[in-house]
C-alpha cells in the first residue's frame, strides 16, 4: 500500500519559515523513479502545483507565486522531499499536500493530475 505523509506544518508569524517533509513508503519501483510534488489547497480556492522535483536527477521547478522563496530537496535514501518555505505570507495560508508521480513531463510537472499518490494534507497558517 503506498503512503505519502506530509509533516511539518502549523502556524507562523508573516516573515518566518518553516520545512514541510514528504515521506513516501509503498511505491511500486524506486524513489528515485518517481517525480515529488507539493501542492497546496487554500479555503475557496482550486488546488495550486507550487513545487516539484525529479527525484532521480534533482531537476526542480517552481511556480512564480513561491519562486526564490521555497526551495524543494530530496533525500532518496530516506525516500523523503522537503519544502523549506521562507518570507512566509499571509496568502501561503493553506493546507499542503505532497504527491509522487511517476509521469509528469516537464511541461506537466505542476499539475495534479499528473501525481497517482497522495498525502493528506498538513496545514500551514501564516498570521500576520
Known amino acids: 500500500q503506498v503512503q505519502a505523509v506530509e509533516t511539518g506544518g502549523g502556524l507562523v508569524e508573516a516573515g518566518g519559515s518553516l520545512r514541510l517533509s514528504c515521506t513516501a513508503s509503498g511505491l511500486s519501483s524506486a524513489f528515485d523513479d518517481y517525480a515529488i510534488g507539493w501542492f497546496r489547497q487554500a479555503p475557496g480556492k482550486e488546488r495550486e502545483g507550487i513545487a516539484a522535483?525529479?527525484?532521480?536527477?534533482?531537476?526542480?521547478y517552481y511556480a512564480d507565486s513561491v519562486k526564490g522563496r521555497f526551495t524543494i530537496t530530496s533525500d532518496n535514501d530516506k525516500h523523503t522531499a522537503y519544502l523549506e518555505m521562507t518570507s512566509l505570507k499571509e496568502e501561503d495560508t493553506a493546507v499542503y499536500y505532497c504527491?509522487?508521480?511517476?509521469?509528469?513531463?516537464?511541461?506537466?510537472?505542476?499539475?495534479?493530475?499528473?501525481?497517482?499518490?497522495w498525502g493528506p494534507g498538513t496545514q500551514v497558517t501564516v498570521s500576520s
Open positions: 504527491a509522487a508521480g511517476a509521469s509528469p513531463s516537464q511541461s506537466t510537472v505542476l499539475s495534479s493530475s499528473k501525481y497517482e499518490y
Open positions: 522535483i525529479y527525484t532521480g536527477n534533482g531537476a526542480s
